[in-house]
Antibody, heavy 116, light 113 residues
Framework: EVQLVESGGGLVQPGGSLRLSCAAS????????MHWVRQAPGKGLVWVSRISSDGSSTNYADSVKGRFTISRDNAETTLYLQMNSLRAEDTAMYYCARAKNGYTLWGQGTLVTVSS | DIVMTQSPDSLAVSLGERATINCKSS????????????LAWYQQKPGQPPKLLINWASTRESGVPDRFSGSGSGSDFTLTISSLQTEDVAAYHC?????????FGQGTKVEIK
């Protein structure tokens, strides 16, 4: 089955860290750019970061630059998002998405809550 | 960043009637070399991730009912649901993928009147 499955979310205190994972299956993971998109409760979709198919190129939203790091392991068909110095405003559902002229495949999301 | 603005924020339409959602970008997302607008539409039902409906402003994804259509070019785009069905109750989001920093509209909620 073609799918993306996120994990790693949870409750973390401000200033803390989390690492999100996105396990891909059913397609050739190494052929695709991959992105992270987040959605705060009751709000719209916001792009967070992207990584090239071979992992050599990355981009970040200004709001997370210097705090978040995207990476991937093509052998393990897994995408990662290392999130440091977390803030209350990072609270959101985090989705990984496969990019090909838009986001053609989304995971179910993992919820990150930043609160003391 | 390119700002995407949708209108309206919400709309209520009777079953079988037409629903129209507009999306405007703060700059053109039309790439002149291929004459394609880098604009996608997504449907998001409560508690679910978004689902791609349309890319290239007007190309329906496989399996998407033909009552969904996209139009427009450059900076002004429209998503039309020609005959609203119960299962179309959802939020709809436009997105530009023209730049290295994709951006979304704020979303439009469609309900049954």
């Amino acid at each position: 089955e073609v799918q993306l499955v996120e994990s790693g979310g949870g409750l973390v205190q401000p200033g803390g860290s989390l690492r999100l994972s996105c396990a891909a299956s059913g397609f050739t993971f190494s052929n695709y750019w991959m992105h992270w998109v987040r959605q705060a409760p009751g709000k719209g979709l916001v792009w967070v970061s992207r990584i090239s198919s071979d992992g050599s190129s990355t981009n970040y939203a200004d709001s997370v630059k210097g705090r978040f790091t995207i990476s991937r392991d093509n052998a393990e068909t897994t995408l990662y998002l290392q999130m440091n110095s977390l803030r209350a405003e990072d609270t959101a559902m985090y989705y990984c998405a496969r990019a090909k002229n838009g986001y053609t495949l989304w995971g179910q999301g993992t919820l990150v809550t930043v609160s003391s | 960043d390119i700002v995407m603005t949708q209108s309206p924020d919400s709309l209520a339409v009777s079953l079988g009637e037409r629903a129209t959602i507009n999306c405007k970008s703060s700059q053109s997302v039309l790439y002149s070399s291929n004459n394609k607008s880098y604009l996608a539409w997504y449907q998001q039902k409560p508690g679910q991730p978004p689902k791609l409906l349309i890319n290239w402003a007007s190309t329906r994804e496989s399996g998407v009912p033909d009552r969904f259509s996209g139009s427009g070019s450059g900076s002004d785009f429209t998503l039309t649901i020609s005959s609203l069905q119960t299962e179309d109750v959802a939020a709809y989001h436009c997105q530009q993928y023209y730049t290295t920093s994709p951006t979304f509209g704020q979303g439009t909620k469609v309900e049954i009147k």
